[in-house]
């Protein structure tokens, strides 16, 4: 840490001057414009940037399948808007894994492709981009999974199985952007700038999106369970339901006191959904002692969606726990 006395120059001007070792680290020189963002106390300053699009390349000759396509979701999450991937030659296996990466990524696709390297580009303005509206899209996904991989349960109903694994997808794609989006402002205040959002805020929002990702991998594999189960006992099913409806209803009480303005709002939400949470605990185990008298296989089965319910429940009760701490005075 270095410190600096503020001057006086020219009556009504104050002023201070850089270390010379960060100046010279970031290429400040006389003449170089800077860019200040006040940000309550504090003020953050930052060399003026020549270009916004960010360009990286990876080197992708040892790189085949799960771990390509991985490889260009982190280039992307890190908030390169063009990646460029090279190779001696770029084999038709890779191509293929990069094409599932860019269907994997929202506003992402191939620029460029020649026999040793392939670009791909985000085609996205960065500064259009909303962290709210996409945890807002990724809750309403999230929730209506819950609720239909029940009902394909209930009603053997393959078609809506099937329908939910594939919205899987959709929330995956926004997790990603929300994370590209998160990344970015503690990288670039100029990005925490454009997005209108204070950066604590956004941590908040990314960690309830994990939450929400979470809610929407389980009701995936209830849908999976569901494509193997033939009719299940009525008072079993009907506790399905009741457990789904009230696990949904934390992440609905949850979600509310995320975005509420007030704080007295937040907190009523917050700490009713979190209650809740342990209502639930009790269902579970009504439940689970109604799967004792059924067929082994089935009640495993069963026992994995009852387990999946409780889970979503209590990744509802993480986001009412950070919209608590979002609420709360901050020093």
């Not at 001696?88 to 990069?98: D, E, K, L, M, S």
């Not at 191939?110 to 996205?124: G, P, R």
């Not at 299940?232 to 009480?253: C, H, N, R, T, Y």
Request: glycine share 4%.
């Amino acid at each position: 840490m270095e410190t600096r006395k503020v001057q006086v120059t020219g009556g009504s001007t104050y002023t201070v001057s850089l270390p010379k070792t960060w100046a010279t680290d970031n290429d400040v020189s006389a003449g170089t414009t800077v860019e200040f963002y006040p940000e309550d106390d504090a003020l953050l300053l930052t060399p003026q940037s020549e270009t916004d699009r960010q360009e990286g390349t990876l080197d992708v000759s040892d790189l085949e399948g799960e771990r390509l396509t991985r490889a260009v979701m982190t280039m992307y999450v890190s908030g390169f808007d063009i990646i460029r991937l090279e190779a001696n030659r770029i084999t038709t296996h890779q191509r293929r894994a990069i094409r599932n990466a860019t269907q994997s990524l929202v506003g992402v696709e191939v620029l460029e492709e020649t026999t040793d390297s392939v670009v791909i580009q985000d085609l996205l303005d960065s500064s259009e981009l909303s962290i709210v509206n996409a945890v807002s899209r990724m809750r309403l996904i999230a929730s209506s999974m819950l609720s239909d991989a029940v009902t394909a349960l209930i009603e053997n109903d393959d078609d809506i199985a099937h329908d939910v694994i594939q919205r899987d997808d959709d929330v995956d794609r926004l997790w990603l952007v929300v994370s590209r989006i998160f990344r970015a402002t503690l990288r670039s205040p100029r990005a925490a700038e454009e997005l209108g959002v204070p950066r604590e805020d956004c941590f908040d929002y990314h960690s309830s999106a994990r939450q929400l990702e979470r809610v929407a991998d389980h009701a995936a594999k209830i849908s999976n369970l569901a494509l193997k189960l033939d009719e299940i006992p009525e008072p079993v099913a009907e506790g399905l339901v009741a457990l789904q409806e009230d696990a949904s209803d934390v992440l609905e009480k949850s979600m509310d006191a995320l975005v509420a303005e007030e704080s007295a709002e937040a907190n009523e939400l917050g700490h009713a959904a979190r209650e809740a949470v342990l209502d639930i605990d009790e269902h579970t185990r009504t439940i689970d002692d109604m799967l004792r008298d059924l067929e082994p296989v089935q009640a495993q089965s069963l026992g994995l969606i009852v387990d999946s319910l409780s889970r979503s429940a209590d990744y509802g009760g993480n986001i009412a726990e950070t919209a608590l701490q979002k609420a709360a005075p901050r020093p």
